[in-house]
């Protein structure tokens, strides 16, 4: 037994040979990988490189219309300031700008609708500029016509002026004819005497005298000389006596009043003498007598007279 196991053969039958078969050449199909795989990449390649292409020209018509509506903004906003001026310089703007109903409400309804619009077309941001052109036009229209009435208002300011100096001349030289011609019309005072009477015989009988002691009456006594210009009618002269302090003898019991003088000033006299006058005639010899109830004090008494404002003489007398 052991014999036969140590010789195999003696119990194992031999197997026939197989014939071997070809090997098989794997490398077109490496080839057929390969190329497969270099196509892939050739069009991932291609494809990626034509998106890129896209994205970038996406990209540069993204830029050339943002580009293109900040222009068109900045163009619209310049177009508002002018705007804004005209309406500073003057007020008819402010209405005719802002009217709802108006031209230009309605272009910048119009263009406010395509610049607020952030995906505006190239087509449409072209209809913009085209509307602020016309926007544009209308303001230099407004514009010119503003300056024209400025220039209006510039030359009737300048007619103003002229005529204003020239009424101001006018009324200056009313003012002075009239001036002249009231102070022609005043009258004039010559020949003036401030007389003390003493009164003798209850008045019967009078006497002029130089003693302070003595004196019952002031007696003022005047012509008034011819006037061609004065019309004639009643004239009122105001007589002012003072006594040697300087202070006025008056007495609203005995006719003393107070008259405003030609420089606007309130002044008080003593007298008021009417008198009848007739064109370039004077009148001699007027009299007014002043008769006062305290004594008469020694030394100077002045006299003034008054017409119309106007001092037209004066006088003094000295008692002793």
Same mark, same amino acid.
């Given at each position: 037994?052991?014999?036969?196991m140590n010789n195999p053969?003696?119990s194992t039958?031999?197997q *026939?040979?197989?014939?071997?078969?070809?090997?098989? &050449?794997?490398?077109? %199909?490496?080839v057929? %990988?390969?190329?497969?795989?270099?196509?892939g990449n050739i069009?991932?390649?291609?494809?990626?490189n034509?998106?890129s292409?896209k994205?970038?020209?996406?990209?540069?018509?993204? &830029?050339a219309a943002?580009? =293109?509506?900040r222009?068109?903004?900045? $163009?619209?906003?310049a177009?508002?300031?002018?705007l804004?001026?005209l #309406?500073s310089?003057?007020n008819?703007m402010d209405?005719?700008?802002n009217?709802q109903?108006?031209?230009i409400?309605?272009l910048?309804?119009?263009?406010?609708a395509i610049?607020?619009n952030g995906?505006?077309?190239?087509?449409?941001l072209?209809k913009?500029k /085209?509307?602020?052109?016309?926007?544009?036009?209308?303001?230099?229209?407004?514009?010119?016509?503003i300056?024209e009435l400025?220039?209006?208002?510039?030359?009737l300011? $300048?007619?103003n002026?002229?005529?204003t #100096?020239?009424?101001?001349?006018? #009324?200056t030289?009313?003012?002075?004819?009239?001036?002249?011609a009231?102070?022609?019309? #005043?009258l004039?005072a010559s020949?003036?005497?401030l007389? *003390?009477?003493d009164?003798?015989?209850n008045? /019967? /009988?009078?006497?002029?005298?130089g003693k302070a002691g003595?004196v019952?009456?002031?007696?003022?006594?005047? $012509?008034i000389d011819?006037n061609r210009?004065?019309?004639?009618?009643t004239?009122? %002269?105001h007589?002012?006596? =003072?006594d040697?302090s300087?202070n006025?003898l008056?007495?609203?019991?005995y006719?003393?009043?107070v008259?405003?003088?030609a420089? !606007?000033?309130d002044?008080n006299?003593t007298?008021?003498?009417?008198i009848?006058?007739e064109t370039?005639?004077?009148?001699k010899?007027?009299t007014a007598?002043w008769?006062q109830?305290?004594?008469?004090q020694?030394?100077?008494y002045t006299?003034?007279?008054y017409? $119309?404002?106007?001092?037209?003489? !004066?006088?003094?007398v000295?008692?002793k």
């Amino acid at each position: 037994m052991s014999q036969e196991m140590n010789n195999p053969t003696s119990s194992t039958p031999l197997q *026939p040979m197989q014939p071997q078969q070809p090997k098989k &050449n794997n490398t077109w %199909i490496y080839v057929g %990988i390969i190329a497969a795989l270099l196509a892939g990449n050739i069009y991932l390649f291609t494809n990626n490189n034509k998106l890129s292409n896209k994205l970038e020209a996406s990209q540069h018509e993204f &830029n050339a219309a943002d580009s =293109s509506r900040r222009a068109v903004e900045a $163009d619209y906003q310049a177009a508002l300031v002018r705007l804004d001026e005209l #309406v500073s310089k003057n007020n008819v703007m402010d209405s005719l700008i802002n009217d709802q109903n108006g031209e230009i409400a309605k272009l910048k309804n119009q263009i406010n609708a395509i610049v607020r619009n952030g995906n505006a077309t190239k087509a449409e941001l072209g209809k913009a500029k /085209k509307l602020i052109a016309q926007l544009n036009t209308k303001v230099r229209t407004y514009q010119e016509r503003i300056a024209e009435l400025e220039s209006q208002n510039a030359d009737l300011t $300048d007619q103003n002026t002229v005529l204003t #100096v020239e009424r101001d001349q006018a #009324v200056t030289e009313n003012i002075g004819l009239q001036q002249k011609a009231r102070l022609g019309a #005043v009258l004039h005072a010559s020949n003036i005497r401030l007389t *003390p009477i003493d009164l003798r015989r209850n008045g /019967k /009988k009078e006497k002029e005298t130089g003693k302070a002691g003595r004196v019952d009456v002031m007696r003022v006594t005047f $012509d008034i000389d011819e006037n061609r210009i004065a019309e004639s009618g009643t004239k009122q %002269i105001h007589i002012r006596i =003072s006594d040697p302090s300087g202070n006025l003898l008056s007495n609203a019991a005995y006719g003393s009043g107070v008259l405003t003088d030609a420089e !606007g000033n309130d002044i008080n006299y003593t007298l008021l003498k009417q008198i009848a006058l007739e064109t370039n005639s004077p009148v001699k010899d007027l009299t007014a007598d002043w008769k006062q109830d305290s004594d008469y004090q020694k030394g100077t008494y002045t006299i003034e007279l008054y017409n $119309d404002g106007y001092k037209i003489g !004066g006088g003094s007398v000295t008692l002793k």
